[in-house]
């Protein structure tokens, strides 16, 4: 009787905040429909991307738009390179992404760089540097 007075608890919460979750909205909307009417794409769109989700200035934005270029091309180069080495391509990745990072780290502030991390998903990686541990 217990197990299933659980049960259908169990289901009526999760059918009540499943149901309160479509009712959501996203809140870059507005966003997404100005980088489709521009019909930008590539390192433009993603630091278009960075200048909303982490608030950058001009100033900052300038610099990130050329680091994110420079990350594409040197991306691009990779995949050319290593296209039949995975575990190269992989590592080369990682080279790559860590070398953005610390150009990165060097114009953000260190609540941009926790914010752009969690955006990149690399939130729980050693990256965080001495930056983030001084504010």
């Known amino acids: 009787m217990n197990k299933k007075l659980l049960l259908i608890l169990s289901f009526f919460a999760f059918s009540t905040i499943a149901g309160k ?63 039949f080495e995975p575990d190269l391509l992989q590592h080369e990745k990682s080279e790559i992404n860590y070398k953005t990072e610390k150009a990165l780290n060097a114009i953000l502030t260190a609540k941009q760089m926790h914010a752009y991390l969690e955006l990149a998903g690399r939130l729980d990686s050693k990256f965080l540097t001495d930056k983030s541990e001084q504010e």
Do not use: R, T, W
């Not at 909205?25 to 993603?46: F, R, T, Y």
């Not at 278009?48 to 680091?67: A, M, P, R, T, W």
């Open 21 to 83: 979750a479509q009712e959501l909205h996203v809140v870059d909307d507005n966003l997404d429909k100005l980088v489709l009417a521009c019909s930008i794409e590539g390192p433009a769109m993603v630091s278009l991307d960075l200048k909303h989700q982490l608030g950058l200035n001009q100033e900052q934005f300038s610099k990130v738009e050329k680091i994110v270029a420079e990350k594409f091309e040197q991306l691009k180069a990779a995949e050319s390179k290593f296209v």
